[in-house]
């Protein structure tokens, strides 16, 4: 019930923003925005799209085989595809359905800790392209757009973080230790014996991502040149998308436009409603663009968004007999 009652109150919230974002722009206004639509682009960009998942899928489907458990491109792409749908459904930042996929595993025969493994390799590897572009990003931004000193600092400070971490998970696997249970190891955690047997597991989940980074290192970097050329093809995405409703973007524009969405995502909020909206009109304000376009772009990013959130739901359904029905009962 308390799940329920969070969700129910963040997505009042997404709906409250959006109904006041869409009051203060007339529909008049909003319908205007398909006068500027270039529909010569849909295409590009809707293949670009569908290339960014099929490499999102490659790359989790590489760890697999690292950890000697190929898995049939179709069926990770079915799995990929409900966890994107659970996620964009339910507040979960982008994380509450990293355990679905994990768990669709168990229909390979793939045991938990090598599923839960491969999960965690994968969004290790996004979060540190993430942190590593964003930062770059960020100090070319710096260079050309006046932004006060307290806001570059805590932006730089928490990317730094962000990045320190990462560098830790990694090297500390490398060395052929857990950077999760050393950390609960450093602060104390182990002397309770509610968490030793939690510790106990996660070493386990551990010692697989040890042996992948330690000694399936080439294959592994596979995995990372899969993650560069994603974060290339989101570029031309979002620069098509953008040419789709009468703007021509230029590099720096384009990167501000893809931060302000991935933090519209990271709020909890199902399917970041009145957020994404209230961020590319803040984005677009920020760059002195037509607010109107800002508004059509979100409708851009939406109908993607829904379409591969309607083929996860299907996939779902599919799977509601087996793994999802006692996930959702416990839900």
């Not at 997404?14 to 008049?28: D, E, M, N, R, T």
């Not at 009109?281 to 309607?310: K, Y």
């Amino acid at each position: 019930m308390k799940k329920i009652y969070k969700f129910g109150i963040s997505l009042f919230i997404g709906i409250a923003v959006l109904i006041a974002i869409y009051h203060y722009f007339s529909p008049v206004e909003l319908f205007k925005t398909l006068d500027i639509f270039s529909f010569k682009l849909l295409p590009a960009y809707v293949i670009v799209s569908f290339l960014i998942m099929c490499c999102l899928v490659l790359r989790w489907q590489n760890i697999l085989k690292c950890l000697g458990q190929p898995v049939k491109f179709l069926k990770l792409f079915e799995y990929k595809l409900a966890c994107y749908a659970f996620n964009y459904l339910t507040p979960t930042m982008h994380i509450g359905g990293e355990p679905i996929r994990a768990y669709l595993l168990k229909n390979h025969n793939v045991s938990m800790p090598k599923a839960a493994s491969s999960v965690l390799l994968d969004d290790a590897i996004e979060l540190s392209l993430d942190a590593v572009f964003g930062l770059l990003g960020f100090l070319i931004i710096m260079t050309n757009y006046a932004i006060s000193g307290k806001a570059t600092a805590l932006i730089i400070a928490t990317l730094l973080v962000v990045i320190f971490i990462l560098f830790r998970f990694f090297y500390l696997h490398l060395k052929g230790r857990g950077s999760i249970s050393s950390t609960m190891e450093f602060l104390r955690l182990h002397k309770l014996k509610s968490i030793q047997k939690i510790i106990e597991k996660i070493k386990v989940v551990e010692s697989n991502t040890i042996f992948v980074l330690r000694w399936r290192r080439g294959p592994f970097l596979r995995s990372m040149f899969y993650g560069v050329v994603i974060w290339i093809l989101m570029f031309f995405e979002y620069s098509f998308a953008m040419q789709i409703v009468g703007y021509t973007p230029n590099l720096m524009e384009i990167f501000l436009v893809l931060s302000f969405v991935a933090i519209a995502y990271i709020i909890p909020i199902p399917a970041a409603i009145g957020v994404l909206e209230a961020a590319q009109i803040s984005v677009f304000m920020f760059l002195g663009i037509d607010v109107t376009t800002a508004i059509a772009l979100t409708l851009i990013i939406r109908a993607r968004d829904l379409f591969w959130t309607l083929l996860g739901l299907f996939f779902i359904y599919r799977h509601s007999r087996g793994a999802f029905k006692a996930f959702f009962e416990e839900a």
